[in-house]
């Protein structure tokens, strides 16, 4: 089946310091990708709709400024979080679509912000 | 908001089928009933999904009421790898639909 990556991982960063998490469609093309934020012992809360080649779309209450996407390529979302604080710290997750149908997650990328 | 409602918990005992149920009393008629489930630390990983008939997969059952307003996903034999959070959501497809979580369900298979 399709697959998604994402890196890193882990990170754990200094605060103030700015973080890129990538997340990759390994075997499809991918015009749209979501990302999802998750703090512990809670739901995935959607933070934004990635468009290759087009701006992104950020649900209400995400600062766009804060949470840099970028969708250069078919395969290809990173989202940035500029500037992070210890608040940030929490599970990133992205999804992306094979065509129509269902949607591929990736493992997560886990952000510790010190 | 998450248009589905579902227990916040359930036990199953191994072996035996696990049937969670999940109400989507306001889905419209273009709108999919799509079942995730995510074991600890992980990415969600995609189960089955359906608009009105019955589905059947490798990994589970889909069993949609007539009105489409509720739902009910069957593992037949669980087990102890199925301990996961299951999460029920409706979505347009074909149209970039976003996936909106609810709190799904925490479903414990025990020996």
């Known amino acids: 089946g399709a697959v998604v990556s994402q890196h890193p991982s882990r990170v754990i960063c200094k605060s103030g310091t700015s973080v890129k998490i990538e997340c990759r469609s390994l075997d499809f093309q991918a015009t749209t990708m979501f990302w999802y934020r998750q703090f512990p012992k809670q739901s995935l809360m959607l933070m934004a709709t990635s468009n290759e080649g087009s701006k992104a779309t950020y649900e209400q209450g995400v600062e766009k400024d804060k949470f840099l996407i970028n969708h250069a390529s078919l395969t290809l979302s990173t989202l940035t979080v500029t500037s992070a604080h210890p608040e940030d710290s929490s599970f990133y997750i992205c999804?992306?679509?094979?065509?129509?149908?269902?949607?591929?997650f990736g493992p997560g990328t886990r952000l510790l912000v010190l | 908001d998450a248009k589905t409602t579902q227990p916040p918990s359930m036990d199953c005992a191994e072996g035996r089928a696990a049937n969670l149920p999940c109400n989507h009393s306001?889905?419209?008629?273009?709108?999919?009933v799509y079942w995730y489930r995510q074991i600890h630390s992980q990415g969600p990983q995609y189960i089955i999904h359906?608009?009105?008939n019955n589905e059947t997969n490798e990994m589970a059952s889909l069993i949609i009421t007539e009105d489409r307003k509720s739902s009910t996903l069957i593992l037949p034999h669980a087990t102890l790898r199925d301990t996961a959070v299951y999460y029920c959501?409706?979505?347009?497809?074909?149209?970039?639909?976003?996936?909106?979580f609810g709190q799904g369900t925490e479903l414990s298979v025990k020996p």
């Open positions: 959501i409706v979505s347009l497809t074909n149209q970039g639909g976003k996936l909106i």
């Open positions: 999804s992306a679509r094979d065509g129509p149908g269902e949607k591929y």
């Open positions: 306001t889905i419209s008629g273009n709108e999919y």
């Open positions: 359906g608009l009105k």
